[in-house]
Structure formats: C-alpha cells, structure tokens
C-alpha cells in the first residue's frame, strides 16, 4: 500500500467521526491550497533542496549543509507540542 492509499484508507476510518464542521473547514483549506498552486512548487521525489538552516529539537541551529557533509540527510518535520 502506497502512502496516498494509506491516507485514503485512515480517513475512510476516521472520517465519520470526525464532526461535520471541522470536515468542511479541513476540506475547503484543501481545495484552497490545491488551487494555489502550491503542489507544482513542491519537490518531487528524487529533486534536491536547496540548502537550509533550521533549529533542531532542541532549538539549536542546524545546517543542511554541515549534516550532508557526515552522508546522506533525511529530514523530518513534526508539529511538536500541542
């Protein structure tokens, strides 16, 4: 199962419980973002990003550039504390 399947299945499980207005704003933020273009900007797979700076989990400044220099870079982005 590829991710976009996963997904598809995750809101096929959750998605009925979700409440009828949270599911219309969290539709209409989609479309909204869908027709901003913002997809033919993103990466693809295989693309390379352009060098960054970033703090890291524990607010230290962390450049992609230092890190390539040890290998290859995955990098993760996670919301946080909530």
Request: net charge negative; no cysteine.
């Amino acid at each position: 199962m590829n991710l976009h399947e996963e997904i598809q299945a995750l809101f096929e499980q959750v998605g009925p419980t979700i409440p009828a207005e949270a599911a219309r704003t969290m539709a209409e933020a989609t479309e909204k973002l869908a027709k901003s273009g913002i997809i033919s900007r993103a990466l693809g797979r295989g693309d390379k990003a352009p060098a960054f700076e970033l703090p890291n989990a524990l607010g230290q400044m962390v450049s992609s550039a230092a890190l390539l220099q040890d290998g290859p870079l995955v990098v993760s982005f996670y919301r946080g504390t909530w």
